[in-house]
């Protein structure tokens, strides 16, 4: 890969990002609401000072989030403030930052989205190619039959069946939460294992939801490979089964997998930030439901600039890694 394409595709990272932060910018402000007036007209409405004191308060805050600067300043400083990755005050626990915020959730939601993401990718492009594989045991294809009979079904949808039947009615895991009430976080391993207990429902929702899809798609790759010439070549020279499934078979049908897992990191972040505010752990999915019903707008601002930056990242990595992955690919 030369280093001409690869600032070519680090600028286009950089247009998508600018792209991205500015329609984030300019699309609520098209909007007559006044955020900040909902949200201490709230407070006021609760906390009973007068109408004076909450002109005020919203005169000061404008000054602070720099609302009474022109359009074309406040989009500079806007600018400026994301190079720094600096997304402002939340209001709703101020006077924590927004990159705090984040920095609090982001390891719970990296972690179930490591997981999650590596987990259904492996098991279903294995389950998929066996199921294609005509060498493979029948009982063993029949096994991916299922999974794929779940390929319509949403991750939240998956994280409610469970959540209801086997958290409500089997009692068999916990309904929701990191870890139990009460349970101070500490390193011994009784901790670890509640931790787990509380993980293993949202886990199963995200694998469940997404590994259909692979398994179809991986499926559809393998019948296609059959018929390839180095298929039939490498059957004649006489190499056994195993050998052919692994560097002949697997190894061409996982590309396109590849280039599909890139194309599906946003539907797989925005599927696990849902969950995560379905069974109630503290990552970025909870911190976007309470900043909405909130309206706490700089720390929703700074949570959907940040996962775009995020996803947009993870796909030009994916994109250099390919010709590594496929020595066929070459870029000139």
């Known amino acids: 890969m030369t280093l001409k394409l690869i600032i070519r595709r680090l600028l286009f990272l950089v247009l998508v990002v600018w792209a991205a932060s500015t329609i984030v910018f300019f699309i609520p402000r098209l909007s007559s609401r006044n955020a900040l007036r909902e949200r201490f007209g709230e407070l006021a409405r609760t906390g009973g000072f007068s109408p004076a004191d909450l002109e005020k308060i919203i005169a000061s805050m404008q000054q602070q989030f720099g609302l009474d600067q022109p359009l074309y300043h406040q989009y500079w400083t806007y600018l400026g403030n994301i190079l720094r990755m600096d997304f402002g005050y939340s209001l709703y626990r101020y006077p924590s930052t927004v990159a705090d915020l984040l920095a609090q959730s982001l390891p ?37 039959t299922p999974f794929i009979l779940l390929t319509g079904v949403p991750p939240v949808i998956m994280g409610i069946l469970l ?30 294992l509640d931790l787990l207990r509380h993980q293993v429902l949202p886990a199963l929702a995200l694998i469940f939801g997404s590994v259909g899809g692979w398994v179809l798609s991986m499926r559809g790759m393998g019948v296609t490979i059959q018929g390839e010439d180095y298929v039939n070549f490498a059957e004649h020279k006489g190499l056994t089964g195993g050998r052919i499934f692994r560097d002949y ?59 775009t930056i995020a996803v947009a990242v993870l796909m030009t990595v994916v994109e250099f890694l390919y010709p590594l992955l496929d020595p066929r690919v070459r870029h000139s």
């Open 163 to 192: 959540l209801f039947f086997i958290g409500f009615r089997l009692k068999w895991l916990p309904l929701g939460g990191a870890y139990s009430v009460g349970v101070v976080p500490n390193f011994s391993l009784d901790f670890v």
């Open 108 to 144: 719970w939601t990296i972690g179930l989205l490591l997981v999650t993401t590596v987990l259904s990718f492996v098991i279903g492009n294995l389950l998929g190619a066996v199921a294609a594989w005509p060498r493979a045991p029948h009982w063993l294809r029949a096994f991916a």
């Open 249 to 307: 078979y697997l190894r061409n049908a996982m590309l396109p997998q590849v280039t599909g897992l890139a194309l599906a990191l946003g539907t797989v972040v925005t599927s696990a930030i849902i969950v995560e505010g379905l069974f109630g752990l503290p990552g970025i999915g909870s911190m976007l439901n309470l900043a909405i019903r909130a309206n706490d707008f700089p720390t929703i601002y700074g949570i959907v600039i940040f996962i």
